[in-house]
Nanobody, 131 residues
Framework: VQLQASGGGLVQAGDSLRLSCAAS????????MAWFRQVPGKEREFVAA????????????YYEDSVKGRFTISRDNVENTVYLQMNNLKPEDTAVYYC?????????????????????WGQGTQVTVSS
């Protein structure tokens, strides 16, 4: 599976951005996708994720507490793309955002926020929020 992230940029506090993560290859084997973010000197941290069952049914979403109510993860099955809509951005949201994919069955709930759950990663897209 190959992942291509895009949509980052420089915005002001309170603005919105939509990140995209286009998947190609063995997309039929993907049962979960996530967004993580990383700032220099820190570990990559969980932002949002979604998982589903066969036939891409029973979709569930998960969010890190600081982004709940501001960020929304969604997907387009036709385009094999996952989005992260980010509203009311804050300077502390500044980071490189990475999308990850989990293959091989629906991941368990307790693993959704774990970095190692996702075997494939995109290249990252920079989001900078100025105050």
């Amino acid at each position: 599976v190959q992942l291509q992230a895009s949509g980052g940029g420089l915005v002001q506090a309170g603005d919105s951005l939509r990140l995209s993560c286009a998947a190609s290859g063995r997309t039929f084997s993907v049962y979960g996708m996530a967004w993580f973010r990383q700032v220099p000197g820190k570990e990559r941290e969980f932002v949002a994720a979604m998982r589903w069952s066969g036939q891409r049914s029973n979709v569930e979403t998960y969010y890190e507490d600081s982004v709940k109510g501001r960020f929304t993860i969604s997907r387009d099955n036709v385009e094999n793309t996952v989005y992260l809509q980010m509203n009311n951005l804050k300077p502390e949201d500044t980071a490189v955002y990475y999308c990850g994919a989990h293959l091989g069955g629906r991941p368990i709930v307790s693993a959704m926020r774990t970095l190692t759950t996702y075997q494939y990663w995109g290249q990252g897209t920079q989001v900078t929020v100025s105050s």
